[in-house]
C-alpha cells in the first residue's frame, strides 16, 4: 500500500510495483497537473482537469448567475479526480483502517470486509453531509415540486454539478481497487454488482437531467448504507454487538417507503403529467416513459443482508408509469443482495 514504510522492493512498473505504489503515482499525476497551474502556457489545460466545464450565465432578476451543463470535457474532469479519490484511499487505509485491524486481529475474510465497510462508511458520512447541505442550500427540501417542475434541470449550480463528478470519480476509482487491494475473486462479482449498479444509476440522474430528484434519492440511501457498514464494523470489534443492525433495518423500511413515495410522486405523477412528453435530446429533454422509469429503477439500490426477506409496502398502482417505477424498484433490489455481516 502507498505512503507505507517498504523493506522490500519491487521491479520498476512491474504489478507488484504498481499495487504497493499506485498512490504515489496517482499523487505524482495530481501534483503535474497541480504545477501547470503555474505557467501560463498549460494553465487552460490545468484549469480543464480541476474545474468543472460549460460554464453559461444564466440572467436573473437582480443581476446574473452562473451555471453549468454537462460536456465530453467532463470525463477529464472526472479523470483528475479519481487519482483524487485513489490518493484519499490510501490515506484512510494506511492510517486508520489498518491501524485498527491490527488491534482487531481479524480473519482474512473479515479483515477484507472490515475494509470495504470502513472505506464505504468514511465515503457515504462524507456524501451525506455534502448531499444533505446541497439540497439544502438550493432548496429542494422546502420545495418538492422543484424536483418535477421545469424540467430538463439542463442547467446545473456549481455544487451540484461538482457533487455529481465526485460521486462518479468515487465509484469509477472503486474498479481499479478491487486490483489495488487484492479483493478476493469470491469477492468481486458482488462489489461489482453495486458498483455497476451506483455508477449507472448516478450517470442516468445525471445524463437525462434529473440531478435533482437523484440528490434526494442518493441522500435517502446513502444514509441507510453508512449505518449499515458502521453496524458492520461495530460487529466485527465485537460480534455480540448486533444493536445497529437492528436500527440498520427500521431505518431501512423507512427510507424504501420515502424512495419509493418519492419516485413514484416525481416520475409517475409530476413528469407523466407534463406537457414535454417528447424525447429531445437537443434540449436535454428525456420525459419519456423509458427513461423516466429507467431512472426510477435508482429507487432499488437497495442493500439487503443476504438471507433476510426484503420489505415490500403495499402499493396500488395510480397511473402506468408509477406501477413499472414500483416494479423496477424491487427488481433491482432483488438483483442487489448485500454482504453478510461476517
Not at 417507503?257 to 434540449?283: C, H, S, Y
Amino acid at each position: 500500500m502507498a505512503f507505507r514504510r517498504r523493506t522490500k522492493s519491487y521491479p520498476l512498473f512491474s504489478q507488484e510495483f504498481v499495487i504497493h505504489n499506485h498512490a504515489d503515482i496517482g499523487f505524482c499525476l495530481v501534483l503535474c497537473v497541480l504545477i501547470g497551474l503555474m505557467f501560463e502556457v498549460t494553465a487552460k489545460t490545468a484549469f480543464l482537469f480541476i474545474l468543472p466545464q460549460y460554464n453559461i450565465s444564466v440572467p436573473t432578476a437582480d443581476s446574473e448567475t452562473v451555471h453549468y451543463h454537462y460536456g465530453p470535457k467532463d470525463l477529464v474532469t472526472i479523470l483528475f479526480y479519481i487519482f483524487i479519490t485513489i490518493i484519499l484511499h490510501a490515506v484512510v487505509q494506511e492510517y486508520i483502517l489498518d491501524k485498527i485491524s491490527k488491534r482487531l486481529h481479524l480473519s482474512k475474510v473479515k479483515h477484507s470486509k472490515f475494509n470495504e465497510s470502513g472505506q464505504l462508511v468514511v465515503f457515504h458520512f462524507t456524501s451525506v453531509i455534502w448531499c444533505f447541505y446541497v439540497v439544502v442550500t438550493e432548496g429542494y427540501l422546502t420545495n418538492p415540486r422543484s424536483l418535477w417542475e421545469d424540467y430538463p434541470h439542463v442547467h446545473l449550480p456549481f455544487q451540484v454539478k461538482f457533487f455529481y463528478l465526485c460521486q462518479l470519480a468515487y465509484w469509477l476509482h472503486a474498479l481499479p481497487e478491487l486490483y489495488f487491494q487484492k479483493v478476493r475473486k469470491e469477492e468481486i462479482p458482488r462489489q461489482l454488482q453495486y458498483i455497476c449498479l451506483y455508477l449507472v444509476h448516478i450517470a442516468g440522474a445525471y445524463l437525462l437531467n434529473l440531478s435533482r430528484l437523484g440528490l434526494i434519492l442518493l441522500l435517502l440511501q446513502y444514509s441507510t448504507e453508512f449505518l449499515f457498514h458502521m453496524a458492520r464494523l461495530f460487529y466485527f470489534a465485537d460480534e455480540n454487538n448486533e444493536k445497529l443492525f437492528s436500527a440498520w433495518a427500521a431505518v431501512f423500511g423507512i427510507t424504501r417507503l420515502f424512495i419509493l413515495t418519492l419516485a413514484v410522486l416525481a416520475i409517475g405523477f409530476g413528469l407523466a403529467r407534463m406537457e414535454n412528453q417528447a424525447f429531445d435530446p437537443e434540449k436535454g429533454n428525456f420525459n419519456t416513459l423509458f427513461c423516466s422509469c429507467g431512472t426510477g429503477g435508482n429507487t432499488g439500490m437497495s442493500r439487503v443482508q443476504s438471507g433476510e426477506s426484503q420489505l415490500h409496502p403495499d402499493y396500488q398502482p395510480g397511473s402506468s408509469r408509477g406501477n413499472l417505477v414500483f416494479l423496477l424498484n424491487w427488481k433491482w433490489a432483488d438483483a442487489l443482495q448485500g454482504p453478510e455481516r461476517n
